[in-house]
């Protein structure tokens, strides 16, 4: 049984090539799984015909002992960038049950659970019309804060949390989670520019929970090679986002998606998005050159890049980047900020690993038994990608 959107996609010629796969389970159809299984225990065979495929959510996706999850809340992408194949293998944006979501975060909490991450393709476009009315994504994401301080017991707004009253319960990006234990840190992946509205930006700055960094893909400063892209926004369009969302959330932290030697860029693009990489000092990037996915629009496009050319412009890249993300963190020492403690580092048994609400990562001497907590550091050192860090009290 072979199980996954790319599987689906290529179900026929991966069966005359292996007749020995009985079956291919598309993303729709992931609830047959258990179903196949049990037919093949008793002996026959599960006709996936008969199916209708619908998409279904699974319930859970913790792992057990795990203190950080992954929920999704939207399957699917309605985008059609022309270089991706997800629109063509998951299909149409699926939006889940707002009940469900705030149904599996009571159970993440109860198994000690402190940072959920709200995926989707594209999670601003998120919406919900059912019964319990309509909503999108910051609604969603009212929704689910208000949900996590009424669980504590308090009314909405009484910023028994820290609230805009500041102080360290209310630290904006922390949410005073040290103090109150349950999920303290609420993440979401992935923005799409186009849909980041003037309503999630203030939702982020009203709400404590939600951490200070934002995962923005932009793949190219050049408005030609976005054009291409059918990214749907321009350059200017995305520095105006960047300076609304900076002014409205001090201290947020912005990363990114840079994807080099698309068809037809040229040295001039190319210029043009280290230009917007200097311009917005983006955190991180995920950098990567182009590779033609079969049955996207992007595979017959002209003007294609050769690889000697895409690997340089992709090391020139990588190299600002490294530039840019050092700069940053050179400007952050000596400040203070609060971690979650995620795991042992693998220099020294004496130190522990902990990630900040912008989604640094931080190494500091602890006990084992911080792992799963939150703790307050200051940031004195720099290793790698990494800072080294002191624990303090405020
Ligand atoms: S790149 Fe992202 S937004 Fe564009 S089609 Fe693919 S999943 Fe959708």
Not at 232 to 250: E, H, N
Not at 286 to 296: A, L, S
Not at 299 to 316: F, N, Q, T, W, Y
Not at 383 to 393: I, L, P, Y
Request: hydrophobic share 35%; with cysteine; glycine share 10%.
């Amino acid at each position: 049984m072979v199980v996954g959107c790319m599987a689906e996609q290529y179900r026929d010629a991966m069966k005359k090539r292996v007749p020995e796969i009985d079956y291919v389970l598309g993303t729709f159809q992931k609830q047959s799984f258990g179903l196949i299984l049990d037919q093949i225990q008793a002996g026959t065979t599960y006709d996936l015909s008969d199916e209708s495929p619908s998409y279904v959510f699974s319930k859970s996706h913790h792992e057990a002992g795990a203190f950080r999850a992954f929920v999704p809340i939207m399957h699917g992408c309605n985008n059609f960038c022309s270089y991706c194949i997800v629109p063509y293998v998951r299909g149409r944006e699926i939006s889940r049950r707002p009940a469900d979501i705030l149904a599996e975060l009571d159970a993440l909490e109860d198994a000690g659970v402190r940072e959920v991450t709200l995926l989707g393709q594209n999670v601003n476009s998120y919406s919900w019309k059912g019964p319990e009315g309509q909503l999108d994504f910051p609604a969603l994401l009212r929704l689910v804060a208000a949900h996590l301080r009424e669980k504590r017991g308090m009314g909405i707004g009484d910023g028994a949390d820290g609230g805009a009253d500041g102080g360290a319960a209310g630290t904006p990006g922390t949410g005073g989670a040290g103090s109150r234990g349950g999920i303290g840190w609420i993440r979401f992946l992935t923005s799409h520019p186009k849909d980041l509205s003037d309503e999630l930006i203030r939702v982020i700055a009203e709400e404590p929970v939600f951490c200070r960094h934002i995962h923005l893909c932009i793949q190219s400063g050049s408005d030609r090679v976005l054009g291409l892209m059918n990214r749907k926004y321009t350059r200017d369009y995305f520095l105006g986002l960047v300076t609304k969302m900076r002014s409205a959330i001090p201290g947020l932290s912005l990363s990114t998606d840079i994807l080099v030697g698309f068809p037809g860029e040229t040295e001039e693009n190319l210029e043009e998005t280290l230009d917007i990489m200097r311009k917005v000092r983006f955190a991180y990037s995920f950098m990567y050159y182009f590779n033609p996915r079969e049955g996207t629009p992007a595979v017959k496009l002209e003007g294609k890049v050769p690889d000697k050319i895409k690997k340089a412009r992709l090391a020139r890249v990588i190299a600002l980047q490294k530039e840019i993300s050092t700069s940053l963190m050179e400007e952050r020492l000596g400040s203070r900020d609060e971690i979650l403690v995620e795991n042992r580092s693998r220099r020294s048994s004496k130190e522990m690993l902990g990630r900040t609400a912008r989604d640094e990562m931080v190494v500091f001497a602890a006990d084992p038994s911080r792992i799963g907590g939150f703790a307050r550091v200051k940031l004195s050192g720099i290793s790698g990608n990494t800072f080294r860090a002191e624990e303090v009290d405020e």
